[in-house]
């Protein structure tokens, strides 16, 4: 069963931010994202599974600062990567961001949707991170960690900053 934005608020992972939250707040996220996708590219090359995972935070963390930008929401545990993802899916329509996607053509080719994209990230994180029984070596190939930022992580996390600095994109 799918659960809703309401089911998650109330088991407390989703919840308004009060007043005396949201500039902290913002700048955490602000500042984990960045550090995320540089230690994922840093560790790239040495380590590209933690690339991917890196990389995957990076994604979430954009997407909870942006749910908390436009729409005052704060994320917490439990099942706080679901939450992110059912958020985006409920308030950000295709159509609020199909104009930055017609207008980026090629560079925004592997994201359809934000929940969609960051399911997806979440899901590869989940096949690197932890044994699964997709899991196939302990190791990650470079090429795949590579792929994985520049055709998913970093094309989402542009798409988010345009719609973060938008006023076409979602509203309040």
Sequence with gaps: M??????????????DLVPQQKEYYESFLTTTYKDNVSASEFLLIKHP???IIAGYYAMHDISKLFLAKKYNLRFSQPE???AVIQALRELVK??????????????YMEIISLHIAL????DEREKTQYYTSETRKPEVEINKASYFLEKL???FLKL???LLNDSKGAAK
């Design 2 to 15: 799918v659960k809703l934005i309401i089911d998650f608020r109330k088991q407390g992972t989703i919840s």
């Design 153 to 155: 992580v970093k094309p």
């Design 160 to 162: 988010v900053e345009n």
């Design 94 to 107: 295709r159509k609020d961001i199909l104009h930055l996607i017609e207008e980026a053509d090629l560079e």
């Design 80 to 82: 706080v990567h679901g």
């Design 49 to 51: 599974r933690w690339s």
């Design 119 to 122: 399911g997806q990230g979440k």
